[in-house]
Structures are given as structure tokens and as C-alpha cells.
């Protein structure tokens, strides 16, 4: 079982059709969505290959492949905006729904192999 978050962010996005307002003239723009996700993973392990080196040290190598399928319930609307520094250690977001961005799908799924090396 998974749970995580998914965050996309894109600096300075201009956005076709988007007329900038007063505040955002000159302002470092972006463009992000945070979504939280719940998923599955499987992961299937192939041989492992093991030798030594030396008279004491040992190597592993395992290797295999995964699949995960996510669930994203609540996608987020995109936001476009710049940040402010309030102060030394805050910051402030300012930002506006863009509504000619598609939100991101709700449902996801990823694979890929992996390897993994021991001693």
C-alpha cells in the first residue's frame, strides 16, 4: 500500500491567453498543483546473483520489476502566482486558479525494473 504526494511545478509559465494583473507584472511566475495519492505496488524479485570478493566479502545483486496503479481523490485545481518572503522564515504563495489547465487524471500507473547491489 502506498501514500504519498504528487507535486507538479513549472517556473515561469506563461500561460497563452492569461492577462497578468498589476501585482504579477515582474514577478517570477508559477505554475503548481499538489495532489495527494493512495496506490498498490507490486514488486516481483528475479534471480539473485551472488559471488564473493576476496575470502570474507560478499556481492548481491538483485534485480526485478514493479508496477504501481494510483489513485489520486482529490486532484487540485492548478494554481499560477509568485511567492513573496514575509519573513525570515515564511513565505507566502499568491496565486489564482488558472481554469484553462486541465487537471492532472485522477488515475495513474507507472513500472519500471530496478537493481539492487549489496556487500
Known amino acids: 500500500m502506498d501514500y ?3 507535486d507538479a511545478i513549472f517556473n515561469n509559465a506563461v500561460l497563452p491567453g492569461y492577462i497578468l494583473t498589476p501585482d504579477q507584472r515582474g514577478k517570477q511566475l508559477q505554475l503548481r498543483s499538489s495532489n495527494d ?3 498498490l505496488t507490486s514488486r516481483n524479485y528475479l534471480s539473485r546473483l551472488q559471488f564473493y570478493l576476496g ?7 538483485t534485480s526485478g520489476f514493479y508496477v504501481t496503479g494510483g ?4 486532484s487540485k485545481d492548478w494554481r499560477y502566482g509568485y511567492w513573496t518572503q514575509d519573513d525570515a522564515d515564511s513565505s507566502t504563495f499568491h496565486n ?3 481554469y484553462d489547465v486541465p487537471n492532472i487524471n485522477n488515475f495513474f500507473v507507472e513500472g519500471g525494473v530496478f537493481i539492487g547491489i549489496g556487500f
Do not use: D, L, S, T
Not at 489513485?71 to 482529490?74: A, I
Open 71 to 74: 489513485w489520486m481523490p482529490f
Open 37 to 39: 495519492y493512495i496506490g
Open 4 to 6: 504519498g504526494a504528487f
Open 96 to 98: 489564482v486558479r488558472a
Open 55 to 61: 575470502k570474507r566479502h560478499q556481492a548481491i545483486f
